[in-house]
């Protein structure tokens, strides 16, 4: 019998369930899919390879679509996409050595964003452990600083508590990556497998896990006394599942609302309470706002450096609130007035009932009065000059897609413009490597998207830099048959690296103009459909027809190249410190008003 | 300042790597570090002694919680507690010189362990002040030590059970003082450990 696999086979077996209700022996190899069914997986990101070769070898026993990647920093991008897009634990597979390793990246990625994964990795056998063996590296040791926990299972008997654990550890508290490495012979040889008695220790809160009632009280008088106050909306609100709770705390106090970049999707942009991204490339009236705010309830973020500008003249007359999971998080980097520790849900849910009564009209209205025209609402309106901006693009592709696409993007001005131009309504829409700044991961991490929400239409949008360090994945679309969109925002430069050295590197362009190929021939190359864009009035109709064609579609959109974003803060400077829109030869241009 | 952690951990390969990996990861020097075994079975006990600043405590042991398998942290510097360091020391010393030896020993309520024709090794348990006085005290005296060994401190509460296992058991003083957290820099504890520390 040809034991050969078709290209585009899933293995769709149905699953055994008497191994989860009577212990059963299995090989080790058997024991990992057996116990990543049993935590509920059914997609694994994966590259086979020496040292994980038993395991793929026993996959076709089981209900799992393996997705094979072209890197296998690509599977750890795409776990990390599935798990931002669905909330559910992402996995990827690799094996030992390169395998291992190529991983990290994507780990670490997942690490500085709290984002749910276990990553599994094969190594060499235990009895040649630390000699240098073929492909021998000591992943556990190089994941130690980027991994929530990870293990070396030697063992068996181990791997079923060892992978379960991961799962725990992965999803409770603030969540993280948990790598789970074992070697060659505990997949070879054989045990019972006892999936409840693998269950893993239940979760234990961090005991310094409290928001005790006098902190609660110190809260509530602080928000009964605020004539300024301004909620800032963290990932932590999309992790803690308190999309409705941080509306109607809003709502019920008027209480204007600024997001984080990865907080963006936490609260609806279409809400007249939500004043729009905050930091760095932040309007000057969010940042405007929480410099002269006189209180700040930071709901499930960290006060990154990118969101606070200057740590010592950050809200100088603020008093801070912070509603945190994690208590290192306390009073690291911004120093707060009551730190309410805990999940951020239970928190407002004890918060919501004791709320005072606010008018909150005349802080809004001073918010109001310092956007002036300052909000360019509509770039739909400016004439077209005969150039085509990264705004533009951005901001068609969210009207024909109503707003209601998962945009993927990587990481650089294109990103910025994103979050700037592209309004998100619906939680989890946008995913985005916000703390690590990863290039290259739009692509895989779409990828993940897709194969967790088959039904919503994704869209990655990457720079030509960006794309470049991962598009052998296209490939990955190809062989998984998914449709997903890909524009290009293409202006020859590694962008963001471009402008800083505009503006702080006297234009010196040292290595950031690149050549690229032709993307679309790359596409074509792959069996996916493209098109150049060059001009404003055909993006409209070439993202429509990306839309209408039932495969993945690649758009390379040519726009101007020397285009900056802003509002900027330089780093080091204060977060009211804006370098401004320029209002010459730039068409998105705000009269600015007074800073 | 000097912060004294103790920190139960679960007795398993590579945690101890995990600990000073997080130190180093928060760029927190390390002065000493032991680990030793506890009354419960699989449970070590960890004694950092590192150098940061006073505000950086509640970080730093939000941190030690975080690792999977620590089971306890404890900032025993801001308490009253025992704290306690064993040193060897190897002393050139002959016949001619023994006998002045043997006395600083027992001035210093230090034990010669081991005497040979040319050396001897002196014992001494206590604070960190008294090793230092007894090291001073040698090398003032023009003695040359030959090698030494410390085991770095370790620590323990005065009259308070600082084990969780403990405090399941029954005993209910709040392990953690949360204000710690949100007023790290305003918090005076006294610490009664400087003068017994510090020669």
């Known amino acids: 019998m040809d034991k050969r696999k078709k290209i585009g086979d899933t293995h769709h077996n149905s699953p055994d369930t008497a191994i989860y209700t009577q212990p059963t022996p299995l090989t080790g190899a058997e024991t990992v899919w057996a116990t990543l069914v049993g935590e509920g997986v059914r997609d694994v990101f994966g590259y086979p390879g020496g040292a994980i070769l038993p395991v793929y070898d026993a996959l076709r026993k089981f209900p799992i679509r393996h997705i094979l990647v072209r890197h296998e920093q690509g599977a750890s991008h795409m776990a990390d996409g599935y798990a931002r897009a669905s909330g559910r634990v992402g996995v990827a597979m690799a094996t030992s050595g390169p395998g291992a390793t190529n991983l990290v990246t994507g780990i670490a990625t997942a690490m500085l964003d ?33 991994t929530k926990h990870n293990f070396l299972v030697r063992r068996t008997e181990d791997i079923a508590p060892a992978i379960r654990e991961a799962f725990r550890i992965a999803q409770s508290g603030r969540p993280g990556p948990v790598l789970v490495d074992i070697t060659k012979d505990a997949q070879q040889n054989t045990a019972v497998f006892d999936f409840a008695a693998a269950a893993p220790q239940p979760y234990r809160p961090h005991p310094m896990l409290s928001a005790d009632s006098a902190s609660i009280r110190e809260a509530l008088e602080l928000l009964r006394t605020a004539k300024r106050p301004v909620i800032l909306a963290g990932q932590g609100i999309l992790h803690s599942g308190a999309m409705e709770q941080i509306r109607t705390f809003a709502e019920r106090t008027q209480i204007p609302v600024a997001c984080t970049l990865l907080g963006l999707t936490a609260f609806p942009a279409s809400h007249p309470l939500n004043l729009g991204m905050m930091g760095m490339h932040g309007e000057s009236w969010v940042n405007h706002a929480i410099q002269q705010a006189d209180l700040l309830i930071a709901c499930g973020m960290r006060f990154d450096d990118r969101v606070t500008g200057s740590l010592s003249t950050y809200a ?71 150039h085509l901006y990264a705004a533009h693009v951005i901001n068609d592709i969210w009207r024909v897609t109503n707003g209601n696409a998962i945009v993927v993007t990587d990481v650089g001005q294109h990103q910025m413009w994103e979050a700037q131009y592209y309004k998100h309504d619906s939680p989890r829409s946008l995913i985005t490597s916000g703390g690590l700044g990863t290039m290259g991961f739009a692509l895989p991490a779409a990828i993940g998207a897709k194969i967790a929400c088959p039904e919503k239409e994704v869209w990655v949008i990457a720079g030509d830099g960006g794309f470049q360090m991962t598009s052998p994945e296209l490939a990955t679309i190809v062989q998984e048959q998914l449709k997903i969109n890909i524009a290009i925002v293409n202006n020859g430069y590694l962008g963001m690296v471009r402008q800083w050295q505009e503006t702080f590197y006297e234009k010196n362009y040292e290595c950031t103009p690149l050549i690229s190929p032709d993307f679309v021939k790359l596409a074509d190359a792959h069996g996916i459909r493209g098109a150049h864009v060059n001009s404003r009035a055909d993006v409209i109709p070439t993202v429509e027809a990306a839309r209408q064609h039932a495969g993945a579609f690649l758009i390379d959109f040519h726009v101007e190249q020397e285009d900056s974003v802003y509002p900027m803060i330089a780093p080091g400077a204060a977060l009211h410190e804006m370098i401004r829109r320029p209002k010459k030869h730039n068409p998105l241009v705000e009269t600015a008003t007074e800073d | 300042m000097l912060h004294t952690f103790v920190a ?18 928060l760029n927190v020097n390390i002065i000493s570090l ?81 005497l040979a024709p040319e050396s001897l090794m002196l014992e001494i348990t206590g604070s960190a002040g008294k090793i230092e006085g007894l090291i001073q005290i040698l090398v003032q005296g023009n003695y040359r030590i030959l090698e030494m060994a410390r085991t770095g401190r370790m620590a323990m509460r005065r009259g308070h059970h600082a084990s969780r296992v403990l405090e399941e058991l029954g005993d209910t003083t709040p392990r953690i003082d949360l204000k710690t957290l949100s007023a790290a820099s305003r918090h005076e504890a006294p610490d009664l450990l400087e003068d017994e520390n510090h020669a």
Request: hydrophobic letters at 45%; glycine letters at 8%.
């Open chain 2, 34 to 114: 032991t680990v030793g075994g506890t009354e419960t079975v699989g449970v070590s006990r960890t004694t950092i002694v590192a150098e940061a600043a006073e505000d950086r405590a509640p970080r730093i042991m939000a941190s030690l919680y975080k690792l999977e398998g620590v089971l306890d942290v404890d900032d025993v510097g801001r308490h009253s507690a025992v704290i306690r360091e064993l040193a060897m020391l190897k002393i050139a010393a002959d016949q001619n010189t023994r006998s002045d030896l043997f006395q600083l020993a027992e001035v210093f309520r230090a034990r010669v362990v081991d």
């Open chain 2, 8 to 25: 139960l951990v679960e007795d398993k390969t590579g945690l101890l790597a995990r600990v000073a990996s997080l130190f180093r990861r």
């Open chain 1, 316 to 386: 100088p007359n603020a008093k801070k609130i912070h509603i945190e999971i994690d208590p290192a998080e306390i009073n690291k980097n911004v120093r707060v007035d009551v730190g309410l520790i805990g999940d951020l849900k239970e928190i407002l849910e004890t918060l919501l009932p004791r709320l005072p009564g606010r008018d909150g009209a005349a802080w809004l209205h001073a918010i109001s009065d310092m956007k002036g025209d300052a909000s360019v609402h509509d770039i739909q309106q400016l004439p077209d000059n005969g």
């Open chain 1, 114 to 146: 709290s984002i749910p994964m276990v990553c599994i990795t094969g190594q060499v056998s235990s009895k040649v452990l630390g000699t240098d063996a073929f492909q021998e590296v000591d992943i556990t040791g190089i994941t130690l600083p980027i």
